[in-house]
């Protein structure tokens, strides 16, 4: 009897070790475990506690997952699954609450969900964001009970406690990020609402009630249409080549297909391919065999049928105005690339490209009306093409972009390693003066822009170049524009949008970010597009000054300056003096510069084709959802 205590004593100890050492592991390096200790890392904090409630809807134990930013700035999660276990593990001693929230490994054990996604920054599971928050409270409801454990740092405050009666089954997980492991722990209603809203559509069994208590603003997100309605959501402010997208699914080989594709007048592709609800931003085997059965289903159809003379369709025609979202699912998705932007299996390619291929024939064949639109719209794509490169070959002209010399515009650095070489585009001629007084001129160039120019939504992709604002652009850049483009010959590893914090500013981002989406992807890809972060504040009293970045910052700065301490706004980059502009905003000791990656592309991109689109009303519900944000921007 008494050799077992001990023995029992004896391990939990040792388990607790276990633990411990795991959760040390995670806040020594918490970028490994998150992904990264930027607004980013700490997202996907609230991804990883969120996907983990979507999950047991998936499973078919709850419909709604809630999530609500507290006043406080922490996050609640709330599921009416089952609730996690919180009966004792014999073996380890805990209850499975506790090993669930502490324990590194425990994840996989509890889930029996096999397109869970192991390893990679998603699935890392719950004990992860416990190690990184300052605080956490998991309250189940389960069995007629309430229980509850709290933790610091991932470490119990004590074990689990019923904390009264309950007559629902569900969990809470409520967090507290700790500021000592994020660079910022302020959550971004915009980013959350995008997630949520993805996963909504992704998972059209799901609802996603959201509230942001810290402002009032709520919304649920709820998709009966899934991925079809994705697709006519990414599509709402532009004008469709035919009614409603074509939906296909089903499953090969144990991968879940679940696709839905509709054609535009427009001239852009959007296709968006997901795993396991997962987007990757670089496709992968799902995404080629989603191509290679969408170009050679759509040849077939147009010489089986006399529409395409002799001509042969290449990919990009076929794809020219084409919205998609291929979302599959399947076991032990294998992620390739630096960022695991990428999907591997080489089973989801066959498997995606049987599927569509059947589909999407046998669509072709019923649908003859619509067949037709879709050919034609990809002829034209054809001769458009074949337009431009005749003209090209005829006057044997090099693109305008190797025979034009650099813009009169541009102020080029003395340093000609692109590695070494920055580049800052600059709203109006005035900012840029101080710009290129402020930098330094041994690696920083400046480019002034002007924004209003750059609104092309109906351009011609051949065309493009005939905007001397845009010309300018892809000159100084160098890699080209389009399909063409080169990532290899750009002249800048840092690409530095730079504009002024009110609406305008703002609006010429997003032309920028749209352009550089939609015609340099690989420049965004590659993390070369930056955003420059100009200060908010300065706080001065008598000669010391503190520039703020923020409004957290802000105040700080005027408790540490103390009695009498003065602030001023800054609205523009024009208020301040060369000086100023290097020390606050291009001084790479001192700047705050933020990445710009894929999905800010995609966001662009939409909020781009809402203001600029064919359709008034959902630039109406825009304005309206965002104008407290403008007023916000423009005080
Ligand atoms: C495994 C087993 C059971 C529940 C869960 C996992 C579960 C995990 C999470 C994470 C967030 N919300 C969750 N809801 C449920 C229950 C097994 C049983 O009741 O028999």
């Not at 964001?129 to 309430?146: M, P």
């Not at 649920?220 to 699914?249: A, C, I, W």
């Not at 289903?297 to 042969?312: H, Q, R, S, V």
Request: aromatic share 8%.
């Amino acid at each position: 009897m008494d050799g077992n205590f001990n023995k029992a004593e004896e391990d939990y100890d040792a388990d607790s070790i276990v633990a411990l050492h795991g959760l040390e592991a995670v806040r020594k390096r918490p970028g490994m475990y998150i992904g990264s200790t930027d607004s980013r890392g700490l997202h996907h904090m609230v991804y990883e506690v969120v996907d983990n409630g979507i999950d047991e809807v998936m499973a078919g134990f709850a419909t709604e997952v809630d999530v609500v930013i507290n006043e406080d700035g922490s996050i609640s999660v709330t599921d009416d699954g089952r609730g996690i276990p919180t009966g004792m593990n014999q073996e380890e001693g805990k209850s499975a609450l506790e090993m669930c929230l502490t324990d590194l490994h425990a994840g996989g054990k509890f889930n029996q969900n096999s397109y869970k996604v192991s390893g990679g920054l998603h699935g890392v599971g719950v004990s992860v964001v416990n190690a990184l928050s300052e605080r956490l409270i998991a309250t189940v409801d389960r069995e007629g009970k309430r229980f509850q454990q709290t933790y610091r740092i991932g470490i119990p405050d004590g074990p689990v406690e019923v904390i009264g009666d309950s007559d629902r089954h569900g969990t809470t997980i409520t967090f507290w990020p700790d500021p000592e492991m994020f660079e910022t722990v302020a959550f971004d209603y915009t980013t959350l609402q995008n997630r949520f809203r993805n996963q909504a559509f992704l998972n059209k069994e799901a609802t996603i009630n959201f509230e942001d208590k810290r402002t009032g603003r709520k919304e649920r997100f709820h998709y009966d249409g899934g991925v079809s309605e994705f697709v006519q959501y990414l599509n709402r402010s532009k004008t469709p080549l035919h009614p409603s997208p074509m939906h296909f699914e089903g499953e090969k080989n144990n991968v879940v297909i679940d696709i839905a594709l509709q054609w535009t007048d427009g001239y852009n592709e959007e296709i968006d391919s997901f795993v396991n609800t997962i987007f990757t931003p670089e496709g992968g085997t799902h995404l080629t065999g989603f191509r290679t059965a969408l170009t050679k289903t759509i040849n077939d159809y147009g010489k089986a049928n006399n529409l395409l003379k002799d001509m042969t369709l290449e990919g990009s025609d076929v794809r020219e105005g084409l919205t998609a979202i291929i979302s599959v699912r399947m076991p032990e998705p294998q992620f390739e690339g630096q960022t695991k932007a990428k999907l591997g299996s080489s089973i989801a390619q066959g498997a995606v490209s049987a599927l569509m291929g059947e589909k999407l024939s046998e669509f072709l064949l019923e649908n003859p009306q619509v067949a037709q639109l879709i050919v034609k719209k990809a002829v034209s794509a054809f001769e458009g093409r074949e337009a431009a490169r005749k003209a090209r070959d005829a006057t044997r002209r090099k693109s305008v972009l190797e025979t034009t010399s650099l813009p009169g515009k541009l102020a080029d650095c003395s340093e000609r390693d692109p590695s070494k070489c920055e580049l800052y585009i600059v709203e109006g001629d005035s900012a840029g003066g101080s710009a290129k007084q402020g930098r330094d001129r041994q690696f920083q160039a400046i480019l002034p822009l002007r924004g209003k120019i750059l609104n092309v939504e109906k351009a011609r992709p051949d065309r493009l170049l005939d905007h001397e604002e845009i010309k300018n652009l892809a000159i100084a850049i160098g890699g080209g524009i389009g399909k063409e483009f080169d990532v290899s010959k750009i002249r800048y590893h840092n690409v530095v949008i730079m504009t002024d914090a009110d609406v305008d500013g703002a609006h010429i981002g997003t032309l920028l970010l749209t352009l550089f989406y939609r015609q340099m992807k690989p420049l965004i890809e590659a993390g070369h597009v930056y955003i420059a972060m100009p200060p908010l504040y300065r706080v001065y009293k008598g000669k010391k000054q503190i520039y703020a970045y923020n409004d957290e910052e802000m105040v700080s700065a005027m408790a540490e300056l103390g009695q009498g301490a003065n602030v001023s706004r800054y609205k523009g980059l024009g208020e301040m003096n060369p000086q100023q502009l290097w020390e606050t905003t291009m001084n790479p000791e001192t700047r705050i510069m933020k990445k710009v990656t894929i999905e800010d592309g995609i966001l662009a991109d939409q909020l781009f084709s809402v203001l600029m689109g064919d359709d008034v009303e959902p630039r109406r519900e825009f304005i309206i959802e965002h104008a407290h944000e403008v007023i916000n921007l423009d005080v």
